[in-house]
């Protein structure tokens, strides 16, 4: 029996040796679980009795789903388990599907290296506060990870995801919202061709979407809320992305316009592009897309109408041109915004064209007369796209600036229609042919355009177009084209006579531009304008000046007091340097008197900070003295400055004349006039200029002057030259202002009446007593501000004793006692050091020079700047040149000396008439001031002897 019993049991455990051996559970699986488990700080949570040593059961431990005798899911979700993953946990290799969300395991995520079986691992909302970087290796058979909410950034303050998981090509769903993500989108991601789902909202994440992703099948993309600056660029490439349902791109920084090609997406049910910085038009294509149920764009800087729709849509906080769906923008502003859309938006621009009035706010580089559009004014902006035909929907456009830009397409054919329409300048661009014909009176600028250089253009005569100028050496710079082309042009004045002006009545409050037509194209080509809207750009040396013929509406019947007497029209020529009221009123806080710089004859000059932080002066007219005179000086110091530019003369960047306002703006000279420095400083607690400084200054004027006086073949006059209009900058360097008086002297063949201008204490005596003004007169003034400087004393002072009341008399006659010399330099100089001294001596023997009593005894502004520049470099002791100072009676004071002159010049002196190489003009002198009064008939006897 023994036997036979032996052999049943050996039977019996034969035959459930199978049975046996299936259910239990592989050792190593098992002791990676108890492992696990003693990692857990509240493992009884999980119910896993100690007693059965056979997780894969039957029964099976709760939680825990095999495969055989492998383990293959451990489901713990919502569980509240709290501890650590140990490190060999990933040893169950046939792990496919892990659910441990909303837990609190904390600590080292263990890599999940090599668990090829693995499809779906949810880590999502625990306490994981590290992913070693080989986490993702070979997880070939993923479909679905998420590790949504955990503080993955913890210890290494960010992570990025590794390439490894590229392995994973069958991934149909990645979320890793809120993980700590940094750094760039990897482009593999795009590359993921099963991907349904990425969800990567609330990381650090930032740059462009990859390009990678055109193409993809993604459905949702969730990139939204990155915490710090977040995502940026253009979105084109999601329009690429054909299968996209759902979209979240909020809180990023996006840029550019919404592309119309979105409307490819057409499966597209929610897209949320709020809190980003796009701009533009909202198209129409993404309004009207088949599926779309959710659109939310509110906060961005998008413009235009805003569109009427019947599913969610939220949109504030934009720069739409009204306030309600649906409703339409002007017709300008819709013209505008089309232009700014083929311009792709640049961000120049967008940023200033908000509202749905071009005229109201600071429209950067358009400019309005009479609530219309008039010019657009944008060259060398580096603009990029092509000219829209909505420009020709502005019908009241005279001016087109568009040069020096990277324009590309055709010039639309519609602006041929431009009825108003007077210039285009496109210069400097890639525009393509074929140019359209404009009408005759509108003169285009094509030059520098390769492709249309190469075919000539139909309409245009090469006379009046800078096309020839293109293969001139000197333009290396783009924008420069039509520069300096037309130096021999005679650019004069548009004179309208009286009759004519009706003919021409358009009595515009403002302005109006003129063209004098076909013959006087070439004239719009004045060198050396700028055109200055915005003054940043006030280097542009691509643009061209207009003439502005302006209509005196408030003084109709009052004759000009200069260039012609029988008409009521002003006639000014300027760059197109028109800058909006509202943005000077803007810029100096509404005219503040915190902002006032100074006051002077013609108006207060304000203090102003464009909005990009640039500084500028502006100068206003009193309404109440916006007289034929005031605009008579405002035109021509506008006329003037268009003319000068150079560093020692300040420049204006722009100008206004918007109904009864006439400004003028100037650079900003932040150390303000010489006076203040020289006469005033203590009372500003300022340090009284050096020696060295004085010079530097001394020599800048002379510079500045010696331009003026030699400006290509035309000669100016400043007539006002004093150290009121002397500003510094911050460097101290010199910049001579005011032209509000400059003359052009014509070439002594026939003479202007105009009238006597300047101030007393630097007036030039012959100028005083005849009205006659050359170069030399500035050189006197000139003499008398180096005085200014080397004594500190005032050109006039009417408080100090007769002998040293005008500073031009007395220092001319103690100049040559060296002794006497040396008492009156200012007391803030250090005259005991020698050679400074011989440098002092040599300024005040230039001073006396320059002051000297008949003009052509005073030197030209060139030997002032050649007397100075040594001094300025080395302080050079000066060498003692002979005495050539020849001034007749200086220490009479100046009104005996203009008196003594006056009698002699009319009794038949001569010798002023002698100009030979000094360009001059004749001055009626007006009896204003104090200024003695002429012989009745004296100035036209003088006329006449000029003009022989
Ligand atoms: C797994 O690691 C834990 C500690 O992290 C250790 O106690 C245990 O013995 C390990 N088990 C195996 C099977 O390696
Ligand atoms: C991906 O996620 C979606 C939405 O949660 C779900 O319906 C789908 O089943 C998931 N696919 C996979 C493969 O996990
Ligand atoms: C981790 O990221 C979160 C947001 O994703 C952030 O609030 C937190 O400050 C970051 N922590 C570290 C240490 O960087
Ligand atoms: C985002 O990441 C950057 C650098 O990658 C880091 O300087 C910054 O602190 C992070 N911001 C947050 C909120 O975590
Ligand atoms: C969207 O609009 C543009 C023009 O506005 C058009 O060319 C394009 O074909 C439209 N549709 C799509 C799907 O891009």
């Not at 949504?148 to 490894?164: K, M, Q, S, V």
């Not at 590309?408 to 108003?420: C, D, E, F, R, W």
């Not at 050359?774 to 050189?779: E, F, G, L, Q, S």
């Not at 009479?892 to 203009?898: D, G, H, K, R």
């Given at each position: 029996?023994?036997?036979?019993?032996?052999?049943?049991?050996?039977?019996?455990?034969?035959?459930?040796?199978?049975?046996?051996a299936?259910?239990?559970?592989?050792?190593?699986?098992?002791?990676?679980?108890?492992?696990?488990?003693?990692?857990?700080?509240?493992?009884?949570?999980?119910?896993?009795?100690?007693?059965?040593?056979?997780?894969?059961?039957?029964?099976?431990?709760?939680?825990?789903?095999?495969?055989?005798?492998?383990?293959?899911?451990?489901?713990?979700?919502?569980?509240?388990?709290?501890?650590?993953?140990?490190?060999?946990?990933?040893?169950?290799?046939?792990?496919?599907?892990?659910?441990?969300?909303?837990?609190?395991?904390?600590?080292?995520?263990?890599?999940?290296?090599?668990?090829?079986?693995?499809?779906?691992?949810?880590?999502?909302?625990n306490?994981?506060?590290t992913?070693?970087?080989?986490?993702?290796?070979?997880?070939?058979?993923?479909l679905?990870?998420?590790?949504?909410?955990?503080?993955?950034?913890?210890?290494?303050?960010?992570?990025?995801?590794?390439?490894?998981?590229?392995?994973?090509?069958?991934?149909?769903?990645?979320?890793?919202?809120n993980?700590?993500?940094?750094?760039?989108?990897?482009?593999?991601?795009?590359?993921l061709?099963?991907?349904?789902?990425?969800?990567?909202?609330?990381?650090?994440?930032?740059?462009?979407?990859?390009?990678?992703?055109?193409?993809?099948?993604?459905?949702?993309?969730?990139?939204?809320?990155?915490?710090?600056?977040?995502?940026?660029?253009?979105?084109?490439?999601?329009?690429?992305?054909?299968?996209?349902?759902?979209v979240?791109?909020?809180?990023?920084?996006?840029?550019?316009?919404?592309?119309?090609?979105?409307?490819?997406?057409?499966?597209?049910?929610?897209?949320?592009?709020?809190?980003?910085?796009?701009?533009?038009?909202?198209p129409?294509?993404?309004?009207?897309?088949?599926?779309?149920?959710?659109?939310?764009?509110?906060?961005?800087?998008?413009?235009?109408?805003?569109?009427?729709v019947?599913?969610?849509?939220?949109?504030?906080?934009?720069?739409?041109?009204?306030?309600?769906?649906?409703?339409?923008?002007?017709?300008?502003?819709?013209?505008?915004?089309?232009?700014?859309?083929?311009?792709?938006?640049?961000?120049?621009?967008?940023?200033?064209?908000?509202?749905?009035?071009?005229?109201?706010?600071?429209?950067?580089?358009?400019?309005?007369?009479?609530?219309?559009?008039?010019?657009?004014?944008?060259?060398?902006?580096?603009?990029?796209?092509?000219?829209?035909?909505?420009?020709?929907?502005?019908?009241?456009?005279?001016?087109?600036?568009?040069?020096?830009?990277?324009?590309?397409?055709?010039?639309?054919?519609?602006?041929?229609?431009?009825?108003?329409?007077?210039?285009?300048?496109?210069?400097?661009?890639?525009?393509?042919p074929?140019?359209?014909?404009?009408?005759?009176?509108?003169?285009?600028?094509?030059?520098?355009?390769?492709?249309?250089?190469?075919?000539?253009?139909?309409n245009?005569?090469?006379?009046?177009?800078?096309?020839?100028?293109?293969?001139?050496?000197?333009?290396?710079?783009?924008?420069?084209?039509?520069?300096?082309?037309?130096?021999?042009?005679?650019?004069?004045?548009?004179?309208?006579?009286?009759?004519?002006?009706?003919?021409?009545?358009?009595?515009?409050?403002?302005f109006l531009?003129?063209?004098?037509?076909?013959?006087?194209?070439?004239?719009?080509?004045?060198?050396?304008?700028?055109?200055?809207?915005?003054?940043?750009?006030?280097?542009?040396?691509?643009?061209?000046?207009?003439?502005?013929?302006?209509?005196?509406?408030s003084?109709?019947?009052?004759?000009?007091?200069?260039?012609?007497?029988?008409?009521?029209?002003?006639?000014?020529?300027?760059?197109?340097?028109?800058?909006s009221?509202?943005?000077?009123?803007?810029?100096?806080?509404?005219?503040?008197?915190?902002?006032?710089?100074?006051?002077?004859?013609?108006?207060?000059?304000?203090?102003?900070?464009?909005?990009?932080?640039?500084?500028?002066?502006?100068?206003?007219?009193?309404?109440?003295?916006?007289?034929?005179?005031?605009?008579?000086?405002?035109?021509?110091?506008?006329?003037?400055?268009?003319?000068?530019?150079?560093?020692?003369?300040?420049?204006?960047?722009?100008?206004?004349?918007?109904?009864?306002?006439?400004?003028?703006?100037?650079?900003?000279?932040?150390?303000?006039?010489?006076?203040?420095?020289?006469?005033?400083?203590?009372?500003?607690?300022?340090?009284?200029?050096?020696?060295?400084?004085?010079?530097?200054?001394?020599?800048?004027?002379?510079?500045?002057?010696?331009?003026?006086?030699?400006?290509?073949?035309?000669?100016?006059?400043?007539?006002?030259?004093?150290?009121?209009?002397?500003?510094?900058?911050?460097?101290?360097?010199?910049?001579?202002?005011?032209?509000?008086?400059?003359?052009?002297?014509?070439?002594?063949?026939?003479?202007?009446a105009?009238?006597?201008?300047?101030?007393?204490?630097?007036?030039?005596?012959?100028?005083?007593?005849?009205?006659?003004?050359?170069?030399?007169?500035d050189?006197?003034?000139?003499?008398?501000?180096?005085?200014?400087?080397?004594?500190?004393?005032?050109?006039?002072?009417?408080?100090?004793?007769e002998?040293?009341?005008?500073?031009?008399?007395?220092?001319?006659?103690?100049?040559?006692?060296?002794?006497?010399?040396?008492?009156?330099?200012?007391?803030?100089?250090?005259?005991?050091?020698?050679?400074?001294?011989?440098?002092?001596?040599?300024?005040?023997?230039?001073?006396?020079?320059?002051?000297?009593?008949?003009?052509?005894?005073?030197?030209?502004m060139?030997?002032?700047?050649?007397?100075?520049?040594?001094?300025?470099?080395?302080?050079?002791?000066?060498?003692?040149?002979?005495?050539?100072?020849?001034?007749?009676?200086?220490?009479?004071?100046?009104?005996?000396?203009?008196?003594?002159?006056?009698?002699?010049?009319?009794?038949?002196?001569?010798?002023?008439?002698?100009?030979?190489?000094?360009?001059?003009?004749?001055?009626?002198?007006?009896?204003?001031?104090?200024?003695?009064?002429?012989p009745?008939?004296?100035?036209?006897?003088?006329?006449?002897?000029d003009?022989?």
């Amino acid at each position: 029996m023994q036997p036979l019993r032996l052999l049943l049991c050996f039977c019996l455990v034969l035959s459930l040796l199978p049975i046996l051996a299936k259910s239990i559970t592989d050792p190593g699986d098992y002791a990676i679980l108890l492992a696990f488990q003693s990692s857990l700080d509240n493992p009884e949570i999980l119910k896993w009795p100690s007693a059965n040593k056979d997780p894969c059961g039957p029964p099976k431990w709760p939680h825990v789903f095999c495969e055989g005798n492998r383990v293959s899911q451990i489901q713990l979700q919502n569980l509240g388990v709290s501890g650590t993953l140990p490190a060999n946990f990933t040893q169950l290799s046939m792990l496919s599907n892990l659910g441990f969300q909303n837990n609190k395991f904390r600590g080292t995520l263990p890599s999940f290296r090599g668990l090829t079986n693995l499809k779906y691992a949810f880590l999502n909302g625990n306490q994981f506060d590290t992913i070693p970087s080989d986490f993702f290796g070979g997880l070939t058979s993923l479909l679905d990870m998420s590790l949504d909410e955990n503080p993955l950034n913890e210890t290494t303050g960010g992570w990025t995801l590794p390439a490894d998981l590229a392995d994973s090509s069958a991934l149909v769903n990645l979320t890793l919202v809120n993980c700590g993500l940094v750094g760039p989108i990897p482009d593999f991601l795009g590359e993921l061709s099963n991907l349904d789902m990425l969800q990567l909202s609330y990381n650090n994440l930032t740059g462009m979407i990859p390009s990678s992703f055109a193409g993809s099948n993604i459905k949702v993309l969730w990139l939204n809320n990155q915490v710090a600056s977040g995502l940026t660029g253009p979105i084109d490439v999601i329009t690429q992305m054909p299968f996209l349902t759902d979209v979240w791109l909020h809180g990023n920084s996006f840029t550019g316009p919404i592309p119309d090609s979105i409307g490819a997406l057409t499966a597209l049910t929610r897209i949320w592009l709020n809190n980003n910085q796009f701009v533009g038009l909202i198209p129409s294509n993404l309004t009207s897309l088949p599926s779309l149920q959710d659109l939310k764009l509110d906060n961005n800087l998008l413009m235009g109408p805003i569109p009427s729709v019947k599913y969610n849509f939220t949109f504030s906080g934009n720069s739409f041109c009204a306030s309600d769906q649906g409703v339409p923008c002007r017709d300008d502003v819709t013209a505008l915004l089309g232009f700014l859309h083929g311009l792709n938006y640049p961000a120049q621009l967008d940023s200033s064209w908000s509202g749905n009035d071009p005229c109201v706010g600071d429209w950067r580089g358009i400019i309005c007369s009479s609530g219309k559009v008039v010019a657009i004014n944008l060259p060398n902006l580096r603009l990029n796209g092509t000219i829209s035909p909505s420009l020709g929907n502005l019908v009241g456009l005279i001016d087109i600036k568009l040069g020096g830009n990277n324009l590309t397409g055709q010039i639309p054919a519609n602006l041929t229609n431009l009825k108003s329409l007077k210039f285009v300048n496109v210069s400097s661009n890639n525009l393509a042919p074929p140019v359209p014909s404009f009408p005759n009176g509108v003169t285009l600028l094509l030059a520098n355009n390769p492709l249309i250089d190469k075919t000539a253009s139909p309409n245009t005569d090469p006379s009046t177009t800078p096309g020839t100028q293109s293969s001139s050496p000197s333009n290396g710079k783009a924008g420069n084209g039509n520069q300096r082309t037309s130096k021999k042009t005679n650019v004069s004045v548009i004179i309208i006579p009286m009759v004519a002006a009706g003919l021409i009545a358009i009595s515009l409050v403002g302005f109006l531009f003129y063209y004098k037509g076909k013959r006087r194209k070439a004239s719009a080509l004045m060198p050396e304008t700028s055109v200055v809207v915005h003054p940043r750009d006030s280097s542009d040396p691509g643009s061209n000046s207009l003439k502005f013929v302006v209509a005196n509406g408030s003084n109709a019947n009052t004759p000009l007091s200069e260039s012609s007497g029988n008409s009521n029209v002003h006639v000014i020529e300027a760059g197109n340097f028109i800058i909006s009221v509202q943005v000077l009123r803007n810029a100096t806080k509404n005219f503040s008197e915190k902002n006032v710089l100074g006051r002077g004859g013609f108006g207060t000059v304000y203090k102003g900070e464009l909005h990009d932080g640039t500084m500028i002066a502006v100068k206003r007219m009193e309404a109440s003295v916006v007289t034929n005179k005031a605009l008579d000086e405002f035109q021509a110091e506008i006329a003037m400055l268009t003319k000068v530019r150079h560093r020692n003369l300040v420049s204006i960047l722009g100008f206004s004349m918007e109904g009864p306002e006439r400004l003028l703006v100037y650079e900003y000279m932040p150390q303000g006039a010489l006076s203040k420095h020289l006469f005033h400083w203590k009372q500003f607690e300022l340090n009284p200029l050096s020696w060295k400084r004085r010079l530097n200054i001394a020599l800048d004027v002379a510079r500045g002057m010696e331009y003026l006086h030699n400006l290509g073949q035309q000669c100016f006059i400043h007539r006002d030259l004093k150290s009121a209009n002397i500003l510094l900058g911050d460097d101290f360097r010199a910049k001579v202002s005011d032209f509000g008086l400059v003359k052009l002297a014509p070439d002594g063949k026939y003479s202007v009446a105009t009238r006597l201008a300047g101030t007393f204490g630097y007036l030039a005596p012959e100028y005083a007593v005849t009205g006659k003004i050359t170069t030399k007169a500035d050189v006197f003034s000139y003499g008398v501000v180096l005085m200014e400087l080397l004594t500190g004393m005032t050109a006039l002072d009417e408080s100090r004793v007769e002998e040293t009341r005008y500073l031009a008399s007395w220092f001319t006659q103690i100049r040559t006692d060296k002794q006497k010399l040396k008492e009156s330099i200012d007391l803030s100089l250090d005259t005991s050091d020698e050679e400074t001294f011989a440098s002092i001596c040599t300024v005040a023997e230039l001073a006396g020079h320059c002051a000297a009593r008949e003009p052509y005894q005073r030197p030209d502004m060139s030997h002032a700047v050649t007397v100075l520049v040594p001094l300025v470099e080395k302080w050079k002791p000066a060498k003692d040149e002979s005495e050539e100072y020849m001034g007749i009676d200086l220490h009479l004071p100046l009104l005996q000396m203009v008196k003594g002159w006056q009698d002699a010049d009319v009794s038949g002196t001569t010798a002023s008439t002698d100009m030979s190489g000094t360009c001059s003009i004749v001055s009626l002198a007006d009896s204003k001031g104090s200024i003695p009064s002429r012989p009745a008939g004296f100035a036209e006897s003088f006329t006449s002897a000029d003009g022989r």
